[in-house]
């Protein structure tokens, strides 16, 4: 059963910095992965896809990249700002069972000014 | 832009009561979903659709069910409403293109239940 694991569960940095968020996953069987952000009482806003077949995907100050062999994605912020605080989950589309994204718990993220 | 609404924000249900959760999406989706989220178990999928009166089961559809007579419509309905069923409820929709599953999920704002 694919599992989905992302590291920290928070993360408190100051406003500027650069930050990585961590996402790994059991199973390489996988289509894509998927980057949401998810502001406090609210729904999933999707921030980057990547294929399989793909190493990475940037917009904008965001940047994932794709280890599909070792089981692990990496979302990298750029010059992180206070907007970019919410919580940020990693999911997966697996082989099995297909229809279905298979979630991360997420990593709540705070920017101070 | 796609858009993915929910019928309520918030609702507050009684226990017993049958609750119908309604979710709309615009931009003619084959597939919709209903998520449950809670703190520490993060998204789990309760049910799916990928077409008009077709249901599948996610990994926990024990208390739910779903009804899609629209295209644009999933419906998740709770028979008899418990306390342990009070949670965020989040419906998502995508595009169903055949042998392409590089397709993005959206997801609507979320319905907040409580069940007293």
């Known amino acids: 059963k694919q599992e989905v694991t992302q590291i920290p569960a928070a993360l408190s940095v100051p406003e500027g910095e650069n930050l990585v968020l961590n996402c790994s996953f059991t199973d390489s069987a996988i289509y894509n992965l998927q980057w949401f952000r998810q502001d406090p009482g609210k729904g999933l806003t999707s921030l980057l896809l990547?294929?399989?077949?793909?190493r990475e995907q940037t917009s904008g100050r965001l940047n994932a990249s794709l280890d599909k062999s070792s089981g692990r994605s990496t979302l990298y912020i750029a010059a992180s700002q206070p907007g970019d605080s919410a919580t940020y989950l990693c999911a997966v589309r697996p082989h099995t069972g297909f229809q279905k994204l298979v979630f991360g718990t997420g990593t709540r993220l705070l920017v101070s000014p | 832009d796609v858009k993915v609404t929910q019928s309520s924000r918030y609702l507050v249900k009684r226990t017993g009561e049958k609750v119908f959760l309604e979710c709309v999406q615009d931009m003619d989706h084959e597939n919709m979903f209903w998520y449950r989220q809670d703190p520490g178990l993060g998204l789990r999928l309760i049910y799916f659709?990928?077409?008009?009166?077709?249901?599948e089961k996610g990994d926990i559809p024990e208390g739910y069910s779903v009804s899609r007579e629209k295209k644009e419509r999933f419906s998740l309905i709770l028979e008899s409403a418990s306390t342990n069923q009070t949670s965020m409820y989040l419906c998502?929709?995508?595009?169903?293109?055949?042998?392409?599953?590089?397709?993005?999920?959206?997801f609507g704002p979320g319905t907040r239940l409580t069940v007293l």
């Open positions: 990547i294929q399989s077949s793909q």
């Open positions: 659709s990928y077409d008009v009166k077709m249901k």
């Open positions: 998502a929709s995508r595009p169903g293109t055949s042998g392409v599953w590089t397709d993005t999920q959206y």
